[in-house]
């Protein structure tokens, strides 16, 4: 593999079809148990997330697309597999709890498994291709996302800008496309490639369209790139393609093809333990870490966060007055850990906002940029809280790696319980919650993907 430059004629192998041959790698029986893993906790977030108000409107477009064999959460009877794709695509991010690759800062899970799962239903594929599937939708969204980087996350939603190619990988992958064919998906599904950060600076469910039409959108190309229709080859690399275009010339293309006997990247993408936007977990952990030290709320005078800059970006808020402007403050999130302990749902929800001590200990809370922190960023997410007590003694805490990654992963136990809770958010009682969690992981160990549909709730 040569060096590659933006912009240069077209000529040669293109990082599509050089991604091709990665994402044909075999995918083991360990993998695909990961794999079922990361298919529970997508399910488990869907399923909280259609109790929502944008859960609702989402579910209120079923049937647009017709009739099919697809099943969606919260809808009752099957659907076409362009509106499961949609709605599902939307349902999974609306918690603010799916999993996350950090060093490509975007959500594989609420894109790729929608997808994957609708395009198993509609062509009758078994579970064990639905996970391959799965393993290499991942494998295409977080290739990319790390080659686009900061430069391109700086302006876009990464989750979906990148998503849809992954969408489009794992669709792919489940038709059995040739290389030709699954090019030109790549090709069509990143010429779509879209999703303004302008959603962020509004009280808006923007975000949740993002994912659902990436999602929709990796269906529709791979079933029209299997039918014959073309795409563009170098839509990555090529001149006014997705790095010269939405990267702002920027990133380092080399990183799709980079390590290729590596792992699949699946292994490396972290399960959201919190609650909250994953900017704020560092914080989350921090400020736990002092309340376990036996720190109390009412002892606090002063609370300094300090993190990286995208912390910042996404989550200095110190007056949230909605649910999603709390799941995105830095300054929430510290006073809900200090006074009440690990953060819930509930500790979002608007009437618990001007709850005390809570509202009082925020207004204490002051943040900061780390310039080492942020050097350390995207590989490490980072955080540090320093305490002034009323007795003048002063504390300091340090977290370098958010629960969820790799090098702080969470347990089956925390994965499980997490589902249970969320599926109980979303209506289920605890006997078919712990029914639909052993039918998912179950998947990877040969179980049957319509016996987990089968668990999924209709309404």
Not at 266 to 289: F, G, M, N, Q
Request: charged share 20%; hydrophobic share 45%.
């Amino acid at each position: 593999m040569g060096v590659r430059v933006m912009g240069a004629p077209a000529t040669g192998p293109s990082l599509t079809e050089e991604l091709h041959g990665l994402l044909a790698r075999p995918v083991t029986d360990d993998d695909r148990r990961r794999a079922a893993r990361h298919v529970l906790d997508w399910l488990a977030c869907a399923v909280g997330g259609a109790a929502t108000p944008a859960g609702t409107a989402l579910r209120a477009q079923a049937g647009l697309a017709g009739s099919g064999a697809c099943t969606v959460v919260g809808v009752d009877g099957p659907a076409a597999p362009l509106d499961a794709a949609f709605i599902n695509g939307g349902l999974g991010n609306i918690l603010e709890m799916d999993d996350i690759h950090r060093t490509s800062i975007l959500h594989p899970g609420p894109i790729i498994i929608p997808a994957a799962l609708a395009a198993a239903q509609a062509f009758g594929r078994p579970a064990e291709a639905f996970l391959d599937a799965v393993v290499r939708g991942y494998e295409a969204t977080i290739r990319i996302g790390r080659a686009a980087g900061t430069p391109h996350y700086a302006r876009f939603h990464a989750t979906a800008t990148c998503g849809v190619f992954g969408a489009a990988a794992a669709v792919a992958a489940l038709l059995g496309l040739d290389r030709a064919a699954t090019v030109a998906a790549l090709g069509n599904a990143g010429a779509t490639a879209g999703g303004l950060w302008r959603c962020r600076l509004e009280p808006v469910m923007t975000k949740q369209w993002h994912n659902a039409t990436a999602a929709q959108n990796g269906v529709r190309a791979a079933a029209a790139a299997r039918a014959g229709l073309t795409g563009s080859r170098f839509v990555l690399e090529g001149a006014e393609g997705f790095f010269e275009t939405l990267a702002s010339g920027g990133g380092d293309p080399s990183l799709v093809l980079a390590d290729p006997d590596a792992p699949w990247l699946l292994h490396e993408t972290s399960i959201k333990p919190w609650p909250s936007c994953r900017h704020s977990h560092p914080t989350v952990d921090a400020a736990l870490l002092a309340r376990d030290a036996g720190i109390a709320a009412g002892d606090i005078a002063d609370l300094l966060v300090e993190s990286y800059g995208d912390a910042l970006r996404f989550c200095d808020r110190p007056e949230p007055a909605t649910e999603l402007e709390a799941k995105f403050s830095l300054q929430h999130v510290a006073a809900v850990c200090l006074a009440s302990g690990p953060p819930t749902l509930e500790d979002f929800r608007p009437r618990a906002l001007d709850r005390a001590p809570v509202a009082a200990l925020r207004r204490r809370v002051r943040v900061a940029r780390s310039d080492a922190l942020t050097a350390a960023y995207p590989e490490h997410y980072g955080a540090t809280l320093t305490l002034t007590l009323t007795s003048g003694a002063r504390r300091r805490f340090h977290v370098r790696d958010a629960l969820g990654d790799p090098e702080n992963p969470v347990s089956p136990d925390t994965l499980r319980g997490k589902a249970l809770s969320l599926f109980a958010a979303g209506g289920l009682d605890p006997d078919r919650a712990a029914d639909l969690t052993t039918r998912t992981l179950a998947l990877g160990d040969g179980g049957s993907l319509a016996d987990v549909a089968a668990g999924i709730p209709n309404r």
